[in-house]
């Protein structure tokens, strides 16, 4: 069938597999055009199938060469609906991979269950061997417990109502966006979806079944971000998940000091991808950094982020990190001088000249190519087969 674009508020509820597989081409080239690194051979990528999991797993094998295993939760098409972005990526990355004689094999189902981590096990023991890298990159609304209880994540702040201008993506009006104060329950809530317990419960089960090889590396994402969004980021819900995230790295490196396996949180700079542009107030912060950084030369996507943790963050010599031992890829965002001109565009943005002062259309780009749209030399007048 001809697949267009059905955008509904902040998500398209529609993907195209032959722009799937173009983005997916692109960021290969972009991580094969990469210096070649001494790296992991046997990786395996959690939230494997769209941005950050889905560049880190291309980096895996395009600069490192190697095999990978994913876990994702995507949606198959049911022959009237498209598949889910993550789904198509996912294929046309195996079949690259495959086609460059890397393995690569993926795992549709939800990482939070027992069962997803002993098929993980089952496929690494019998192919793999054991792992020697571990990215964990989930981004999920809601994790089911084992006894069937449901956390649900929140994006609220953790101490009073924050108001601050919103761009409202779907119809262009800025208003001012109102996040209101989570209930304890809620921020513990969050810290169990996006927290590091269950990249935690990972490293253990792996380890317990001896398919974890010594000196292994982990690494999950992060994110700090100005102070302009503290409130509804680093100091709200999802900040304290993500507090969580970096004591648990530090568990990690304790509980698992006999196979000299190392834990990493990588803060990464803002990127449109789906699970960010959910965030309210973030989209225009967005649509400013990149304009600013794009005039500056300095804008990266998820690929080139993920070449650089390889390239020079991880396996550059000694691993570079901050006094606390997080790895900074949001350096460039935060430079003072990038910092200092977006909060002067901030003061002076509104409905009039927003197309002036920030990069909507990189956002809109960056946007539909998530889902497969836009490309231009992809046809989007011919029919695809939306099943594979
Ligand atoms: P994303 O929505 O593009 O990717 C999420 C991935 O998790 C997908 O592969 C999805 O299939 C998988 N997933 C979700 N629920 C799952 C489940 N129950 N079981 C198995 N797989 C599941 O998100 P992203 O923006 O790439 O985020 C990845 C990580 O990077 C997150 O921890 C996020 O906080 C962090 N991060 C994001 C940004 C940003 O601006 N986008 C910046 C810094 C850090």
């Not at 790296?39 to 769209?50: D, Q």
């Not at 889910?84 to 690569?104: S, V």
């Not at 009006?173 to 104060?181: H, L, Y």
């Not at 809620?186 to 010594?214: C, F, H, R």
């Amino acid at each position: 069938m001809v697949v267009e674009p059905k955008v509904r508020g902040f998500i398209c509820v529609t993907a195209h597999p032959e722009g799937c597989k173009e983005s997916v081409r692109r960021q290969i080239e972009y991580a094969k055009s990469q210096e070649r690194k001494e790296s992991p051979k046997k990786v395996l990528v959690i939230g494997c199938s769209t941005g950050y999991g889905l560049a880190s797993r291309i980096s895996a094998a395009y600069i490192g060469g190697a095999d990978t295993l994913g876990i994702m939760f995507e949606k198959e098409s049911n022959g009237k609906r498209t598949a889910t972005p993550g789904y198509y990526n996912t294929k046309a990355f195996e079949e690259f991979a495959t086609k460059d004689g890397l393995y690569a094999k993926t795992i549709n189902g939800d990482a939070f269950s027992v069962e997803i981590k002993n098929e993980a096990i089952d496929i690494i023991k019998r192919d793999l061997g054991k792992v020697d890298m571990v990215i964990y990159s989930l981004a999920a609304p809601r994790r089911t417990m084992s006894d069937g209880t449901v956390y649900q994540s929140v994006l609220k702040t953790t101490s009073c109502e924050f108001t601050e201008k919103s761009w409202n993506v779907d119809n262009d009006t800025i208003t001012k966006g109102q996040i209101p104060v989570a209930t304890e329950e809620e921020t513990d809530a969050t810290v169990k979806v996006m927290g590091g317990e269950d990249w935690m419960d990972w490293i253990d089960a792996l380890s317990k079944a001896d398919v974890l090889a010594d000196n292994a590396i982990t690494v999950a994402y992060s994110y700090i971000g100005p102070e302009l969004t503290y409130p509804v980021y680093f100091k709200g819900t999802i900040g304290m998940a993500k507090k969580h995230l970096y004591e648990s790295s530090l568990r990690i490196n304790e509980l698992h000091k006999d196979k000299n396996v190392k834990a990493y949180v990588s803060v990464n700079k803002a990127l449109v991808t789906q699970a960010s542009s959910a965030i309210p107030v973030v989209p225009l912060y967005f649509a400013i950094l990149y304009k600013v950084m794009k005039e500056k030369n300095i804008h990266e996507g998820c690929i080139e982020q993920m070449s650089r943790l390889y390239t020079e963050k991880l396996f550059n010599g000694d691993v570079i990190t901050d006094a606390t031992g997080k790895i900074r890829l949001d350096d460039w965002e935060l430079r003072e001088d990038v910092q200092k001109e977006v909060m002067d565009i901030w003061e002076r943005i509104d409905e009039e000249n927003i197309r002036k002062l920030a990069d909507v259309e990189g956002y809109w780009e960056d946007f539909y190519h998530m889902f497969g749209f836009k490309y231009d030399n992809i046809d989007y007048t011919k029919d695809v087969e939306i099943q594979s």
